[in-house]
Structure formats: structure tokens, C-alpha cells
């Protein structure tokens, strides 16, 4: 039996909402936005960074977004000696759908 920590099920969500965000957008197609998302996830601890930021920071789950928090949570770990620390929010506001 495989069970799931919280922070493991919080990290699949995440995942899943970006890719559902971008399908609604059209701005990316849903495939490939699952496929970068699937080679964030290999790099471990840079994507347990993301994920904690944009929820600390409760930042919209966009690959635009996504894509700018590894970017942060890479320089900051290069910066730090390899430690993930704590990065600068993002600069890109929550969008919330009009009615």
C-alpha cells in the first residue's frame, strides 16, 4: 500500500491546477505543459522550493508562474550553497475569473 504524505498530495495538485489553468487559457497545450511540469518534478528539491513558495505566497498556479519560482528557488539555491532558502515573491498578481 503507497501512501501519500500531505506535502506529497499538495505538490500533484499543484501540478494538476497549473495544467488545468493552462488549458483554460489556451495558452499552452495541456500535454505540454504536463511534460515540463513532469521534468520539474524530477529535480526534487528545486520542486519541493516551488511549491512551498507559491503557496506561501498564494500566487496563481500558472507555468508562467511555476517557471519563474524554479527560476528563483534555483538562483537562490546556487546563491545559498545548494540550500533551498527563502526566495522573492513573484511579481505576477493572483488572476481571479471574471463572472
Not at 494538476?16 to 529535480?43: S, T
Not at 498556479?61 to 539555491?77: F, G, H, N, P, Q
Amino acid at each position: 500500500m503507497c501512501v501519500k504524505r500531505v506535502r506529497d498530495r499538495k505538490a500533484d495538485q499543484l501540478a494538476d491546477l497549473a495544467v488545468l489553468n493552462e488549458r483554460l487559457a489556451g495558452a499552452k497545450e495541456p500535454w505540454a505543459a504536463r511534460h515540463r511540469l513532469e521534468y520539474l518534478q524530477q529535480q526534487r528539491q528545486q520542486w519541493e522550493g516551488v511549491v512551498e513558495y507559491l503557496t506561501r505566497t498564494d500566487a496563481a498556479a500558472t507555468m508562467a508562474t511555476i517557471e519563474e519560482a524554479s527560476r528563483k528557488v534555483l538562483s537562490s539555491r546556487k546563491r545559498g550553497g545548494g540550500r533551498a532558502g527563502r526566495v522573492a515573491p513573484v511579481k505576477t498578481p493572483v488572476l481571479t475569473p471574471s463572472a
